[in-house]
């Protein structure tokens, strides 16, 4: 290993004085195994996800006595649990700071030579349950979203943890020949919801939420001179070291409108919502059943968003920091027409060779 992975990576008990460095600690199916295992490691990448995907986790190491591919070589399904230290990130009197990864389950093993290295990929979603994998047939009456969520969740033997301020009810749903991961997606998504399993829990969450959120990070082009000298803006301000911005114009629309009519006798139900930053661009319809006037707006704003959401989108890379997070807010200052506040929708952290971090983000929607 070169000198810099040697100190990005090292055992606890290595003196090296006031060196930034991050301290690995794994665990192969609940047994801590971080001191065999570091003086191995050449590199992890671990990727964070906001919804609709599995995290997951990476360890390369090095393998020139051959253990990792004979009598080392891990079992499919086993489980890792994952977290990793810093020290002295930004100073030498910096405490060490943990992060938790959470728990991932082996599912591809991969051994090259040349040189000789072994490379354990994990992700955060089970594959020893019938989450996925499995197809099902089922049906629900007169029952809440959290309600279906659990009854699938106790299915798979994981925990529920719901943050979003509503709790939809839904008259009936079907589950026909899907899996429960897949039918619990497109449950979430058409009742404006988002969807993640993690860490041995089915976490279901308001994306709208987590965007009207302070924004935690300021990525600028150029650091302000007014910052260093310490401005009322105290947020850490972070200079990407590449960037990409997209700009979408197909599927973004100025607003939607909403049409129902059960039956030529009945009464027309409609509803227009308009997105609050547009004057110009097409019209979104949407024909589905209604109850009300209000549903149907209700049913057009959400319609609308899924729709606008991916207008602006980013790519930024950055040195590493292990608080880059799927689902925090940050400012992006210096790009002109680019500027504003948007939501990290994925954080790929790839240590080893250097600590570097590569965001995705999608700018947050203004007004609704």
Aim: hydrophobic share 35%; with cysteine.
């Amino acid at each position: 290993m070169s000198k810099f992975i040697e100190q990005l990576l090292l055992p606890t008990n290595v003196p090296t004085g006031y060196a930034r460095r991050i301290i690995p600690h794994i665990s192969y199916d609940g047994v801590d195994i971080s001191e065999d295992i570091s003086k191995h490691i050449t590199s992890i990448s671990y990727t964070d996800v906001l919804s609709g995907y599995a995290d997951d986790l990476q360890i390369s190491l090095e393998d020139t006595a051959g253990l990792w591919h004979a009598e080392w070589f891990p079992n499919m399904g086993a489980t890792l649990e994952a977290v990793l230290e810093s020290r002295y990130w930004d100073s030498p009197s910096d405490m060490p700071r943990n992060v938790q990864l959470g728990t991932f389950e082996i599912d591809e093993i991969e051994c090259k030579s040349t040189p000789s290295e072994v490379t354990i990929k994990s992700v955060s979603v089970p594959n020893n349950t019938t989450l996925r994998g499995v197809s099902h047939n089922r049906a629900w009456e007169k029952v809440s979203i959290y309600k279906i969520v659990e009854d699938i969740a106790k299915g798979a033997k994981l925990d529920v943890v719901y943050n979003a301020p509503e709790n939809p009810n839904v008259d009936r749903v079907e589950q026909v020949e899907q899996s429960d991961l897949s039918f619990l997606k497109k449950l979430c998504d058409d009742h404006g919801l988002s969807l993640k399993v993690t860490d041995k829990q089915i976490v279901v969450f308001d994306v709208v939420s987590l965007e009207q959120a302070d924004a935690v990070f300021v990525f600028c082009k150029e650091i302000p001179v007014s910052v260093e000298n310490g401005s009322v803006d105290t947020r850490p301000h972070y200079k990407p070291t590449s960037w990409t911005f997209t700009s979408a114009i197909r599927e973004v629309y100025k607003s939607c409108r909403v049409e129902y009519q059960e039956g030529q006798k009945k009464e027309k139900i409609q509803a227009v919502f308009q997105d609050p930053n547009k004057v110009e661009g097409k019209v979104l319809v949407v024909k589905q059943q209604v109850a009300s006037a209000a549903e149907a707006e209700k049913l057009a704003k959400k319609e609308l968003r899924k729709k606008n959401c991916e207008e602006i989108q980013a790519k930024i890379s950055l040195p590493g920091r292990l608080e880059y997070a799927a689902g925090l807010t940050c400012e992006i200052k210096g790009y002109g027409v680019f500027d504003g506040k948007y939501i990290i929708t994925q954080a790929a952290h790839k240590i080893g060779g250097g600590y570097s971090v590569d965001l995705e983000l999608r700018k947050c929607l203004n007004g609704f």
